[in-house]
């Protein structure tokens, strides 16, 4: 059975960082791609960025580039999500997902596999 267990989501102030965690089991970790979403309320679910976990490549969502950064640890099949100079409008639920296959995938509708999500709340 394919898990993904996100975690790492807070309150912070405006301006400060936190790292979301992604534990992936269940499946070879370097045969997925795995992205990251976010979903404020009220809002339609939106990619944040992708990475292909057999080599690293990443894409980043326009208005997270520069601020947010996508990595993997494939010893530990983890998926990470640093984001630094958070603003209010980033506060939302943020999920993970994982996609069979080695390319960048940017709809939802392309993932077979789901967390549950951690809530980011950014004060101002």
């Known amino acids: 059975e394919v898990q993904l267990v996100e975690s790492g989501g807070a309150p912070v102030q405006a301006g400060g960082s936190l790292r979301l965690s992604c534990a992936v089991s269940g499946v070879t970790f370097d045969d997925i791609a795995v992205g990251w979403f976010r979903q404020a309320s009220g809002k339609e679910r939106e990619g944040v960025a992708c990475?292909?976990?057999?080599?690293?490549?990443?894409s980043h969502a326009t208005t997270v580039k520069g601020r947010f950064t996508i990595s993997r640890d494939n010893a530990n099949n983890t998926v990470y999500l640093q984001m630094n100079s958070l603003k209010p409008e980033d506060t939302a639920v943020y999920y993970c997902a994982a996609a069979s296959g080695y390319s960048w995938y940017a709809r939802p509708d392309e993932y077979n596999y789901w967390g549950q999500g951690t809530q980011v709340t950014v004060s101002s």
């Open positions: 990475i292909v976990n057999r080599d690293g490549r990443a």
